[in-house]
């Protein structure tokens, strides 16, 4: 064999993956269509979040400038430079991992593979060049592409998926954003915040119909004042594109017809399965894997995206790095339990654990604590009081079941309730642990304390 492990797909199960292996002392290759990153670095998490910080940093000194003492007479945008700094960003995160591959002694092959049979791989190449590369192990993190709405399919100018809305060359004077998840969420906050008009539509009663439902209803609300169009509970009936734009008729609280230049379509994922063998699929067309992420081919792995929800960076990394650790060391894989989930409009969502609604579909006893940010001394001072922290407590023992955040940054508080939750820690741990004055995060200790009725700045 030409190497102990063939990674196919050099995203944050395939990159990760392929540099765990080769730090237990493995003979690795890596190998990526397009480049190493993947989906991520290069057309997802990092650049959304370069274009994100623009949005929010133009947003608050256009419409709030005045609250912070600040004055403008000829605020503008470039929206080329706009682009140009998300995809520098993203260009300088995917070298980043090619210098890793270096450090790390793996072998990064640009190339489109085919599983040919089980230890073999074939790897065609931009300039038509074939390899031929074995490996006794081979773990597949080919990832997911955006699904397109039937009947209404991607054309790259009208009907977009994300990867197209983060490089138009020019920004649309209105745009329809069907599918109100992740993507569609931050993608609406993005193009509203520099003047497009935005129309979001949901077919479940909610936005981020994932999340806790009260923190969907606050959003809503947060965005119907930013001056984006929320239709939830909506449903697409008839979809048309042409050269100068769509036309979408929809069916929810009313009939209606909406016309815009774009329609971003993010109503989810599919599989991207190699060529090549046939394996075991779930009904949805993901990989099917056992607990130690083996497919039904001997010696073939899978993790990340292409086995599944939940479908983010970072649990695809720590599917990558427990298959590679099972399959080269006495560890035991683990699966997926708790994982935060983040979304970074503004205001950013964060939570972790069980929702209120999970829990009790579930018929768990619970306690609940809510703080909101506008009784909070930090969130004061820096202006940014929508939003709350609230928790979810097990009776009789007080443990943490659930965290969920919507606030100015939300996305970095909920690191210290995913930790609190992988330790189980009870609301006595939590108050029991000093938070710094003034900070967002006291909202979390205060939130606690609500919950068992000590809370103090209430």
């Known amino acids: ?39 991520c670095l290069n057309w997802g998490c990092i650049p ?15 419409h709030r400038g005045g609250e912070f003492g600040f004055s403008f007479e000829n605020l503008r945008f ?4 706009i682009i140009k700094r998300s995809r520098d960003i993203a260009d300088k995160n995917a070298a980043g991992i ?50 397109p709405l039937s009947g209404f399919p991607f054309n790259g100018r009208t009907v977009i998926g994300s990867r197209e809305a983060m490089v138009l060359e020019k920004q649309p004077k209105d745009i329809i954003i069907i599918g109100a998840g992740a993507i569609g969420v931050e993608f609406a906050y993005f193009f509203n915040a520099f003047g497009t008009k935005v129309t979001l539509l949901e077919m479940m009663p909610n936005i981020l119909p994932l999340e806790d439902t009260e923190v969907s209803q606050t959003l809503e609300k947060a965005f119907a004042k930013q001056g984006i169009n929320v239709l939830a509970g909506t449903k697409v009936v008839k979809a ?14 009313k009939s209606e017809s909406l016309e815009a230049e774009v329609c971003l379509v993010a109503i989810g994922v599919q599989p991207l399965l190699p060529a090549g063998l046939s394996l075991q699929l779930t009904p949805r067309n993901f990989i099917q894997t056992t607990d130690r992420y083996q497919t039904s081919v001997a010696g073939v792995f899978a993790a990340g995206d292409i086995i599944g929800p939940p ?34 409009c503004q205001p950013q969502v964060a939570s972790v654990g069980l929702t209120e609604r999970a829990a009790r579909e579930q018929g768990l006893k619970l306690r609940i604590g809510k703080f909101p940010f506008s009784a909070s001394g930090k969130a004061r001072a ?3 009081v929508d939003g709350f922290v609230k928790l979810l407590f097990g009776e009789p023992y007080g443990e943490l079941l659930g965290a969920h955040i919507i606030g100015a940054e939300a996305t970095e508080m909920i690191a210290e ?25 006291e909202a979390v200790h205060e939130a606690t304390g609500q919950a068992f009725g000590t809370a103090i700045h209430l």
């Open 1 to 39: 064999m030409n190497y102990d492990l063939i990674v196919i797909g050099g995203g944050p199960a395939g990159y990760v993956g392929a540099i765990r292996a080769a730090q237990l002392g493995k003979r690795v290759a890596c190998v990526e269509k397009e480049r190493a990153g993947g989906t």
């Open 48 to 62: 959304t979040k370069s274009l994100l910080r623009n949005a929010e940093l133009f947003h608050l000194m256009k």
């Open 78 to 81: 470039d929206w080329s430079k």
């Open 98 to 147: 090619e210098y890793l591959f270096k450090k790390n002694k793996v072998e990064y092959v640009r190339g489109e593979a085919s599983l040919t049979e089980a230890g073999a791989v074939t790897v065609n190449s931009a300039d038509g060049k074939t390899r031929e590369l074995e490996a006794a192990k081979i773990l597949i993190a080919t990832g997911v592409v955006s699904r």
């Open 240 to 253: 048309e594109a042409d050269a100068s734009g769509v036309r979408i008729s929809v069916e929810g609280k």
């Open 311 to 344: 479908l983010l960076a970072h649990t695809a990394s720590y599917e990558a790095i427990q298959a590679v650790e099972g399959m080269f060391t006495d560890h035991v894989p683990k699966r997926i339990n708790a994982f935060p989930s983040c979304t970074y």
């Open 382 to 384: 820096a202006g940014e």
């Open 417 to 441: 309730l995913g930790l609190a939750l992988t330790l189980e820690a009870t609301h006595e741990d939590i108050e029991a642990s000093i938070h710094a004055h003034p900070t967002l995060s």
